[in-house]
């Protein structure tokens, strides 16, 4: 609250009190009782109005800390990837993102990437949907998800997760995978090994090969 408002309020509630004191003599017992409530209501008003004061700068400077702890970054698009010794694991891009510090996770839509092994892309990617979790080194597309392999295998899902770490991909739900002219299969779920070059199926499966 502004102090120079509130002295100037105080300043003038002395000089109404003085001057009421040359008054209060002159006044009979029901004008001095009248008078009485009219101070007492006065006196609850300004309690109030200081009180709402001092609550509102609080709140506010309450949600200033909140918001810089936070540290919530919201941007127009979003690049991610993981380089070691001049060789590129992987990138993922988002059109736009999200990104919260405290709990270190991006939030990314309309992505799209790649995996690589010796700095060639082994594996591209593409969802509605992405989340790259700092903490527990794990990447995650949901929505729409299709990834397509150096071979030519496809593979279409609602969810994939990869492990940093080990380089391994889980694939699960309405799992359909199709390479050109050699066969089609469909499963609940589906591994990727760290070499992108086998996988292994699970759950309801049906699959067809051809000659």
């Given at each position: 609250?502004?102090?120079?408002?509130l002295q100037d309020i105080l300043s003038k509630f002395k000089s109404l009190y003085e001057s009421s004191k040359t008054h209060w003599k002159k006044m009979d017992t029901h004008q001095r009782t009248y008078f009485t409530i009219a101070f007492a209501i006065v006196m609850v008003l300004m309690w109030a109005f200081i009180t709402a004061g001092v609550i509102t700068t609080n709140f506010s400077r309450n949600m200033l800390r909140s918001g810089v702890?936070?540290?919530?970054?919201?941007?127009?698009?979003?690049?991610?990837?993981?380089?070691?010794?001049?060789?590129?694991?992987?990138?993922?891009?988002?059109?736009?993102?999200?990104?919260?510090?405290?709990?270190?996770?991006?939030?990314?839509?309309?992505?799209?990437?790649?995996?690589?092994?010796?700095?060639?892309?082994?594996?591209?990617?593409?969802?509605?949907?992405?989340?790259?979790?700092?903490?527990?080194?794990?990447i995650i597309l949901y929505?729409?998800?299709?990834?397509?392999?150096?071979?030519?295998?496809?593979?279409?899902?609602?969810?994939?997760?990869?492990?940093?770490?080990?380089?391994?991909?889980?694939?699960?739900g309405h799992v359909k995978i199709n390479r050109k002219n050699s066969f089609n299969a469909e499963a609940d779920k589906a591994f990727i090994d760290s070499n992108y070059s086998r996988f292994r199926i699970s759950g309801s499966t049906s699959s067809k090969i051809y000659k």
């Amino acid at each position: 609250m502004d102090m120079k408002f509130l002295q100037d309020i105080l300043s003038k509630f002395k000089s109404l009190y003085e001057s009421s004191k040359t008054h209060w003599k002159k006044m009979d017992t029901h004008q001095r009782t009248y008078f009485t409530i009219a101070f007492a209501i006065v006196m609850v008003l300004m309690w109030a109005f200081i009180t709402a004061g001092v609550i509102t700068t609080n709140f506010s400077r309450n949600m200033l800390r909140s918001g810089v702890d936070r540290q919530e970054l919201q941007v127009a698009s979003m690049i991610l990837t993981e380089t070691k010794d001049g060789e590129k694991f992987w990138e993922i891009f988002g059109e736009t993102g999200q990104y919260s510090s405290d709990h270190k996770v991006a939030n990314l839509n309309n992505v799209v990437g790649n995996f690589y092994k010796d700095n060639s892309v082994e594996m591209s990617f593409e969802a509605s949907k992405g989340i790259y979790n700092e903490e527990t080194q794990e990447i995650i597309l949901y929505e729409n998800v299709f990834v397509v392999l150096k071979d030519d295998t496809s593979l279409k899902a609602d969810r994939l997760s990869y492990d940093i770490r080990t380089k391994e991909l889980n694939v699960e739900g309405h799992v359909k995978i199709n390479r050109k002219n050699s066969f089609n299969a469909e499963a609940d779920k589906a591994f990727i090994d760290s070499n992108y070059s086998r996988f292994r199926i699970s759950g309801s499966t049906s699959s067809k090969i051809y000659k």
